[in-house]
């Protein structure tokens, strides 16, 4: 496995500081926030003349963006189907950006509840879910990446779940899971049975813990989750993706701008440690 930062810890940076940043404290693999990829996508420019670019910036600092987390604010269950066209098309073109990135797992949050709080049956939900992300899967064919599924608070909170929505699709081949583990924790899950039962359709992580209450995102031993049950399971196990930190709870406090900044470097820093403590003898 190897160390990853998801960039919003940097959000108020632009995308190539935030490289230059998280590059200085270690990193050397990250998983692309869509507040910086919708920061990419403004750009002037194609999007292929864009992503080029960053790409070529990334490669400068020894970066590997090999994990990006699709926009929640698109909604692939949205039932206006004006808006849900608008939806899907935004997110086909984070896809498009994250393929041109060379991202392996695109993480997307796929959950109903705003649907069947408007009244759509279980059926009606797994229609319009499995066409959706059909079409996901069908932006992203012929390429190395793949649609990873996040287990949410509301719904999709375990691994069976998030199984049984990928068999639906037909898409096995093009679509995983992403564990989020301050979801598990506040979802009452248990890691180590999660990893077990997502088998090799686990493809990435978000390492966040909490204090049972509220996704506070912050770094591990912060929280209430136990750990090296899970890192032991996680070890022991097929999974070839990132070790990827989700902890934008970490910059939540006020400081004036240095201080704040020069704060966020050395919480970086500390969690890089902390992840080659946590694995062992892995070196990235």
Known sequence: MHISMWSSLFIADEPEMMLAKLASCGYRHLELSFEHAYALLQRPGTLAETARAFAACAGDH?????????????NPLEIDPVQRRNDLDCLK???????RLGVKAAVLHAGSARA?????SAAQIDDLRTSSLQELAAAAEGSQLRLALENLRADLRYASELKHVIRLTGCEKQIGICLDT???????????????????????LHIADNLGRDDDH????????SWYPFIDELRASNYSGLFNYEVPGESNFKAPQPIRDAILMHKANYGYKLARMMLGDDPQ
């Open 93 to 99: 073109r984070e896809i498009e950006l994250s393929i």
């Open 62 to 74: 020894g970066i590997a963006i090999e994990q990006s987390h699709l926009s929640f604010a698109y």
């Open 218 to 225: 912050l770094f591990p031993f912060g929280g209430k989750a």
């Open 182 to 204: 301050g979801h598990l924790l506040l979802s009452g899950g248990d890691p180590v049975l999660f990893v077990r039962e997502a088998g090799d359709a686990l493809i990435a």
């Open 116 to 120: 069947a709080k408007a009244g759509l």
